[in-house]
């Protein structure tokens, strides 16, 4: 029973923990992100298995958080809100080409983010060619591009 309430305790802390840290965090590794992401993995490991290293207790282990991803899936379809807490919603960053600074300095992107995006999915140079600039639930920024930006775009 202490492996299953081992397990339960350090799945909820890592999910606080990578939803506080925010949406690029998961997206957009760096080799730092990366390197943190396996320290945290070999600590979470140590605490979860404490000195029981048995193949029964990897099993329980991986059962319960299983069992406990399938549960807050199902509790999110159920619970539109719940998911809303879980995954966060959609933020928009960009406004008529216009840089919304307290969303960006919240989400702890910034222009040259925006911009990289803008580039690479709609081949835009400026910020003033973007209707909106969404950051995603899953870390992604869509761009929409002005309605004529869009029609010139096209014609390449």
Known sequence: METVIRGLILYVFLMLIFRISGKRTLYEATVFDFVLLLIIAETAEQALVGEDHSLMNS?????T??????SLSLLKQKYKGFGNVLDGV??????DGKLLHERL????VDEADIMESARALRGLERLDQIKYAILEKDGK???IPKEHEQ????KV
Do not use: Q, S, W, Y
Request: glycine share 0%; charged share 30%; aromatic share 4%.
């Open 65 to 70: 958080l299983l069992l406990t991803d399938i």
């Open 141 to 143: 920024i869509t761009i």
């Open 105 to 108: 300095k919240k989400v702890r």
């Open 90 to 95: 959609p933020v928009i960053l960009l406004d």
């Open 151 to 154: 029609k010139e775009i096209e």
């Open 59 to 63: 099993f329980v282990l991986i059962i």
